[in-house]
T-cell receptor
């Protein structure tokens, strides 16, 4: 069962611009995580935000969480061609025992 | 060099054949997971294990089997009962099978049907 739904499905921007991806989920969560996947590779963890946190930063990444709207956003500032990848949100339900449920992802293309 | 190793990178299955995908980790993690990814889709959980000699079904376990005889190893068998096995298979691990743990992924195995 898919918990998170990313929006948009695909995003194309120029290098130097900011990229914003959104994730909506259905049930209450313990935490929400963002992962990155380069084509044909495994996923790499980017950031984890807990349900009692509203915003978190890591380098050029900024994640927000609005539990009242059941949504999160990932902002990549000053994007680079190397940021081209698919980005997934994943949630752990508050009633879960550690199962991470992934959304379908946003494919980001950053043009040089 | 710590991490998760999946092998082979590419695997072909004939009709009616069982195939086994290997996943080994040297991170000393307790929990391990198998996900399936279809083109343009997200990941779906097949099986997971939070401790040696124990595992649970995920959302799409039918046609798959696993074992967890050693902490570092979590092989996945795709049986002949899985009628649509073509997909990208990802193995992952976490320190514990708990809610606030991040996952570490292998580089995946692409399985195709001949």
């Amino acid at each position: 069962s898919q918990q998170g739904e990313e929006d948009p499905q695909a995003l194309s921007i120029q290098e130097g611009e900011n990229a914003t991806m959104n994730c909506s989920y259905k049930t209450s969560i313990n935490n929400l995580q963002w992962y990155r996947q380069n084509s044909g590779r495994g996923l790499v963890h980017l950031i984890l935000i807990r349900s009692n946190e509203r915003e978190k930063h890591s380098g050029r990444l900024r994640v927000t969480l609005d539990t009242s709207k059941k949504s999160s956003s990932l902002l990549i500032t000053a994007s680079r061609a190397a940021d081209t990848a698919s980005y997934f949100c994943a949630t752990v339900g508050s009633s879960n025992t550690g199962k991470l449920i992934f959304g379908q992802g946003t494919t980001l293309q950053v043009k040089p | 060099d710590g991490g998760i190793t999946q092998s082979p990178k590419y695997l072909f299955r004939k009709e009616g054949q069982n195939v086994t995908l290997s996943c080994e980790q040297n991170l000393n993690h307790d929990a391990m997971y198998w996900y399936r990814q279809d083109p343009g889709q997200g990941l779906r959980l097949i099986y997971y294990s939070q401790i040696v000699n124990d595992f649970q079904k995920g959302d799409i376990a039918e046609g798959y089997s696993v074992s967890r005889e050693k902490k570092e190893s979590f092989p996945l068998t795709v049986t002949s009962a899985q009628k649509n096995p073509t997909a990208f298979y990802l193995c992952a691990s976490s320190r514990r099978g708990m809610a606030n743990e991040k996952l570490f992924f292998g580089s995946g195995t692409q399985l195709s049907v001949l």
